[in-house]
């Protein structure tokens, strides 16, 4: 199944389409749309020019090599790979909380009755201690839930209440940490990157922003947010005092105390005054 959209990264569109014209950034998205959906783009011209909506010059076309755009194609693999380790990830969990990658009662596959069988299990021995057990039931009598297939067996019931109590007993497994697919972090990368006030290094940027997405704690919400406040807070400051964005996020600087992000002799001066601090006439 083809996701129904793909992530778009304004910085970099505008970066590579400085050249084009309005007509030809047109014919370009439009294109970049249709490989999405169709896996290429067309080869006749007739056809080109009707997805398009126009003459397509050769400088669009050598943005689609073999009728595909590469970078387009390398984030439906990284999207596949996602959605595919998703589904196995699904399927290991299924096998250790339930014993089968299907079915939640862990009931094996092929059992005799439409409804599921349960096994049969000996009842446990009584206990010599006659002493009442000080931890409460967690599964009243009133409460319990027969199924259809079991017609009410006594020996059958004592078997569910007993099969529903060993599962309340075992330990649940916690969810597994939530995983972001790296072309996500890219396109948060891309827009805090756009938001830090120097722009100056944009790989190593951008990889010390990834590698910030990817610690406890630190969603693409809160690092712009940090980022925004940043900005406002050396707006006018000399750029020489403001440090490279790799280094701002790889040494955490958006956990410090704003208060401490700008020095009192890196301030801008006051209107009116001189570098000196003499007041202008």
Not at 40 to 69: H, M, W, Y
Not at 211 to 232: C, D, I, N, S
Not at 250 to 279: L, M
Request: glycine content about 6%; charged content about 25%.
């Amino acid at each position: 199944m083809n996701n129904p959209c793909f992530p778009f990264f304004p910085s970099d569109f505008l970066a590579s389409t400085m050249a084009m014209s309005t007509e030809e950034q047109g014919a370009f998205i439009r294109l970049l749309s249709h490989q999405w959906n169709a896996g290429c783009i067309p080869e006749s011209e007739d056809q080109l020019f009707r997805v398009a909506g126009c003459k397509v010059t050769e400088l669009v076309r050598t943005k689609f090599p073999n009728g595909k755009n590469p970078r387009l194609e390398k984030i439906r693999q990284e999207q596949e790979a996602y959605r595919k380790a998703r589904s196995e990830a699904g399927v290991k969990g299924n096998v250790t909380r339930w014993g089968s990658p299907s079915n939640r009662n862990g009931i094996a596959e092929g059992s005799p009755s439409d409804h599921g069988a349960i096994a049969k299990v000996s009842p446990p021995s009584p206990s010599p201690d006659p002493s009442p057990d000080p931890s409460p039931d967690p599964i009243p009598r009133s409460l319990t839930v027969i199924s259809p297939s079991l017609n009410h067996d006594e020996g059958a019931e004592e078997t569910l209440v007993a099969r529903i109590r060993a599962d309340l007993k075992e330990p649940l497994t916690p969810p597994p940490e939530p995983f972001v697919p790296r072309n996500e972090r890219n396109g948060a990368a891309h827009i805090i990157y756009g938001l830090y006030p120097r722009k100056v290094a944009k790989p190593e940027a951008l990889r010390a922003i990834e590698k910030a997405l990817t610690k406890p704690g630190v969603t693409k919400e809160f690092l712009m947010e940090r980022t925004r406040a940043y900005a406002e807070a050396v707006l006018g400051t000399n750029p020489t005092f403001i440090p490279h964005p790799s280094r701002w996020y790889s040494e955490e600087r958006y956990n410090d105390d704003p208060t401490t992000w700008v020095r009192e002799e890196d301030k801008p001066a006051p209107r009116g005054t001189s570098f000196g601090g003499n007041k202008l006439d």
